[in-house]
């Protein structure tokens, strides 16, 4: 497991403090960690013709409490913890640039589709702002909701010139408080993001 500097462990202890007791069991770091994979449901294949460019895909930007493999707990005004005991298995801004390009891929409107670190050719760059991705409480021992929200611009690659931008935010209540209906909820929430971005890049123009 990835070791917490001690400066982050104390941060992380003050924002424990700020969750009641109702949820005790399920916040605070853990000595050890089960592993949740990440897996929303991807777009079935979408109408229209290919697209004749190539998209490289940027790891996504975000804060540096989703910057981890950590589950975020959210609680009103400010309140931010994590799930004990439970982990991704990477950090989630790698996650989701997967889940990105496993969603363009499935869409089958463009072949031509990589990560930035492939150091593939591209005629535009999706960059994306991991915004939200938690599961939030209104009550400490109520049921969740998981809230997933993500800014994308399109960029060209050529002269870094900003073609389209968009946000994309969906809120998706858990079914019960636990970690794997949390799991489950941020899911779903996420590949109905990825339903409202891939489509929407795939309306960018050909460069080419």
């Known amino acids: 497991m990835k ?10 202890a003050g924002a424990s403090g700020l969750l009641a007791t109702g949820c005790a069991d399920l916040v605070g770091p853990p000595p ?14 979408l109408a229209g013709a290919k697209v004749n460019w ?25 309140g931010m913890d994590f799930y004990a005991g439970s982990a991704w298995p990477d950090r989630l801004p790698v996650l989701v640039q997967g ?4 969603a363009f891929e499935a869409g089958g409107r463009i ?3 990589a990560r930035d670190s492939d150091a593939a050719h591209a005629d535009y760059y999706l960059a994306t702002d991991l915004r939200d ?25 050529r002269t ?7 946000e994309a935010s969906r809120e998706v209540r858990a079914s019960q408080n636990s970690v794997e209906a949390a799991v489950e909820a941020l899911a779903a929430a996420l590949s109905e993001v990825l339903g409202e971005i891939v489509p929407w890049a795939l309306g960018m123009p050909s460069l080419r």
């Open 99 to 102: 889940a990105l390009l496993e």
């Open 54 to 78: 190539a998209l490289s895909i940027q790891l996504p930007d975000t804060s540096a409490g989703l910057d981890s493999e950590r589950i975020v707990i959210q609680r009103p005004p400010a």
């Open 3 to 12: 070791t917490i500097p001690l400066n982050r462990r104390a941060l992380l």
């Open 32 to 45: 050890s960690s089960k592993l949740y994979l990440l897996k929303p449901a991807l777009p079935q294949a």
């Open 133 to 157: 991705f938690e599961a939030r409480y209104d009550e400490p021992d109520g049921v969740p909701t998981a809230v997933v929200r993500i800014g994308a611009r399109m960029i060209v690659a």
């Open 160 to 166: 870094r010139d900003i073609a389209g931008y968009t």
């Open 111 to 113: 072949a031509a589709v």
